[in-house]
């Protein structure tokens, strides 16, 4: 920019104009950044809710879009709730599941006389691989016949009640696994596995067993077929519950050549899956029991002794992969556990997640129906969302297992962010949230690092509705990219 040179002849008049100039010069330099790219998304009737500011150092308002507008979060809920339980419970907590009976074990025959129950300590990542180290120390603790029942207690919450249309007609149908039942007793995430393979000729039905091992944990119809080397693959599979059960039923077609893979489709009942699991365990012990597994809500005698028992992963581990995968299952049974009555529901753990939104100063208004964002009536703001994500920052013992849950970019388990600028790429650590229906939703919100080292928040919630396009993810994603790498490289 040219300087101007000022003689001793300049007016008073000259001189304002001259001054004037030089300011809306100085600013067309050093233009802030903002949300200048994500608001085009207004002029096709989205409704947007952003804030983008910095937090150590001077507090500095980076980018806003009506940040005090409550909408839809979907999944970015899921980072509320993993605030909350690392609140509540600590990184380093394990959920505990336990083999109780009220009956001795005889030292010579090993036949324990009474029932057994399973306590379900509401652990989200209980897995086949669990039950079996809880049975192997049953057996190790002798008991080698159980003269009585096996006992699924779900006392601390299940079978909840579905409060989506999803899950509602998951207990009937369903071709997904993360519409899954919850259960504080459930196993491998609600979800029946089924591994399918290519038989030895094409034109012979492809091979299917369950993923636990060669026997049978519920049934399935079998209409896979195989297909010559390099043929197109295409499997499909539902879960159908009759009158008999759940039944897994696969179709369609499997190359010869083609790697076997795993197929998962949520249960009808979490706690009987449980059931049935552990019972093909007992089986593989050698361990009978007298008489059929029953599900109950009811807590195990007070007589009862633990036989057995099996900590789960620490919570630093369940949200990272709650968060990384976006895991709904685990996300609402982590938010049932901070409900401390029986019995709890949906509608418990959002409360119980807004009462730790309340707690926190400047938080304003929220709505929280579960902890996985599948309920479409969450409601947020990005103000909000900023202030708790600050809450979390400021506390050092929990910041370091908050902040490793959520995905950068450039490394993030979900391709479809792997997009934007280096800066956004590499500077960056967010959790997003989508939902289609009834709305859409496209929602993302974490933490940034601006090239000086300085840490900042940001949220940006996109709602639409049914008179707005299509929202796909590369029309949020390529403005709000573009707009905080420019705050990151201005400060």
Same mark, same amino acid.
């Given at each position: ?28 330099? *050093? &233009?802030?950044?903002?949300?200048? %790219?994500?608001? $085009? ?5 989205? !409704?947007? @809710? /952003? ?108 079978? *909840? &009640?579905?409060?989506?249309?999803? %899950?509602?007609? $998951? ?5 997904? !696994?993360? @519409? /899954? ?311």
């Amino acid at each position: 920019m040219r300087h101007a040179v000022l003689s001793r002849a300049t007016s008073p008049g000259r001189l304002l104009l001259l001054a004037g100039a030089f300011v809306l010069a100085c600013s067309a330099g *050093v &233009a802030r950044a903002d949300f200048t %790219r994500l608001s $085009a998304l207004a002029d096709d009737g989205f !409704a947007i @809710s /952003a804030e983008a500011r910095l937090l150590d150092g001077a507090e500095e308002t980076l980018g806003s879009i009506t940040p005090d507008r409550a909408l839809t979060p979907a999944s970015v809920t899921k980072v509320y709730m993993a605030a909350a339980a690392l609140n509540r419970f600590g990184p380093q907590y394990r959920f505990t599941t336990r083999l109780k009976s009220e009956g001795d074990v005889d030292s010579e025959s090993g036949v324990l006389n009474g029932d057994v129950w399973l306590e379900g300590g509401g652990d989200p990542g209980l897995t086949s691989e669990n039950l079996w180290r809880l049975v192997q120390r049953l057996h190790q603790a002798g008991v080698r016949r159980i003269n009585g029942e096996l006992v699924i207690s779900q006392w601390r919450f299940g079978p *909840v &009640a579905c409060v989506t249309t999803d %899950r509602c007609e $998951a207990r009937t149908r369903v071709d997904n !696994a993360y @519409s /899954a039942p919850l259960s504080s007793a459930g196993v491998n995430f609600g979800s029946w596995c089924v591994n399918v393979a290519p038989a030895e000729a094409p034109g012979e039905p492809a091979h299917i067993t369950h993923c636990d091992g060669p026997q049978a944990l519920t049934e399935v119809d079998n209409r896979l077929t195989t297909r010559a080397d390099g043929s197109a693959t295409r499997i499909s599979a539902e879960r159908v519950t009759g009158k008999h059960g759940d039944v897994v039923r696969v179709r369609g077609q499997i190359a010869a050549d083609a790697w076997p893979r795993d197929v998962y489709r949520g249960a009808s009942d979490g706690a009987a899956q449980t059931a049935d699991t552990l019972l093909a365990m007992l089986g593989r012990f050698g361990i009978p029991l007298s008489g059929p597994p029953r599900v109950t809500t009811a807590k195990p005698p007070e007589a009862a002794e633990t036989l057995a028992a099996v900590d789960g992963k620490p919570l630093q581990e369940l949200l990272l992969r709650t968060l990384n995968y976006s895991n709904n299952y685990m996300a609402d049974v982590l938010a049932l556990n901070l409900v401390e009555t029986p019995g709890a529901e949906l509608a418990d753990a959002g409360a119980a997640l807004e009462a730790y939104a309340a707690s926190l100063p400047g938080h304003g208004e929220v709505r929280l129906a579960s902890g996985s964002g599948l309920t479409p009536e969450n409601r947020a703001t990005a103000h909000g969302i900023n202030v708790m994500l600050e809450s979390m920052y400021h506390q050092s013992a929990l910041f370091p297992s908050f902040v490793a849950a959520l995905q950068s970019p450039e490394n993030g388990v979900m391709r479809f962010i792997r997009r934007g600028p280096e800066r956004f790429q590499r500077n960056v650590m967010l959790k997003t949230g989508t939902l289609n229906e009834p709305r859409a939703v496209r929602a993302v919100a974490g933490y940034f690092r601006t090239q000086s080292g300085r840490w900042g928040v940001f949220s940006v919630l996109v709602n639409g509705d049914r008179s707005t396009p299509y929202l796909n993810w590369s029309k949020v994603l390529e403005p709000l990219s573009g707009d905080l790498a420019e705050m990151i490289a201005d400060r």
